[in-house]
């Protein structure tokens, strides 16, 4: 996954933070879904507003 030939570049995409705490990329021509991250859920009350 990580190594790649020579000459050849894996270059990685955004990250994002699925529902039920998935973390989904790309990296190269290859999709990683990690499942099991240990990550809590985003808070989807207001946001902090700051003064």
């Not at 039920?20 to 207001?46: H, K, N, Y």
């Amino acid at each position: 996954m990580l190594f790649t030939g020579e000459g050849e570049r894996a270059v990685m995409s955004r990250i994002l933070l699925l529902a039920d705490a998935q973390v989904v990329f790309s990296l190269g021509s290859e999709l990683q879904i990690f499942r099991d991250t240990g990550l809590a859920p985003l808070d989807d009350g207001d946001p902090v507003k700051y003064q």
